[in-house]
């Protein structure tokens, strides 16, 4: 993707940080799952219900984590280069829900998915010949 050490430091982080999202998603699916049938208002009533819950701390938690790489990413590397990897997030929640959750895979998701590594791969190429 990048010739340069700190480049390539920064595209590594970045894809750390689509990973940690990914599961951070995951995390929070779980945990959301898990107040089924709690209102808002009963939430706002008592937090210590969200606090209790601990895949919904662990994907927040994961989310903190990602967004400190990201910012020590983004210091040294290109942002146009760098965000656009970020979109690869989309393409690990698929899987992992498929996997996981047993969603369904169609057509058109793959098509998204495609259409997501296809562009992160020209725009990750950065006028490269």
């Excluded at 999202?21 to 995390?27: R, V, Y």
């Excluded at 965000?83 to 998204?112: A, D, R």
């Amino acid at each position: 993707m990048s010739r340069r050490p700190a480049d390539r430091l920064s595209v590594t982080l970045v894809l750390l940080c689509t990973f940690l999202g990914a599961a951070a998603q995951i995390l929070m699916k779980m945990g959301g799952s898990g107040l089924a049938g709690i209102s808002a208002s009963q939430l706002l009533a008592e937090p210590a219900l969200l606090l209790k819950n601990l895949p919904l701390l662990g994907g927040y938690s994961l989310y903190g984590l990602s967004t400190v790489l990201l910012v020590l990413s983004l210091r040294r590397g290109q942002l146009s280069v760098l965000y656009p990897i970020i979109s690869l997030t989309y393409v690990w929640v698929l899987l992992l829900s498929v996997v996981i959750f047993h969603e369904s895979l169609n057509p058109w998701k793959i098509g998204g998915v495609l259409a997501i590594v296809t562009g992160v791969g020209v725009l990750g190429r950065d006028g490269q010949a």
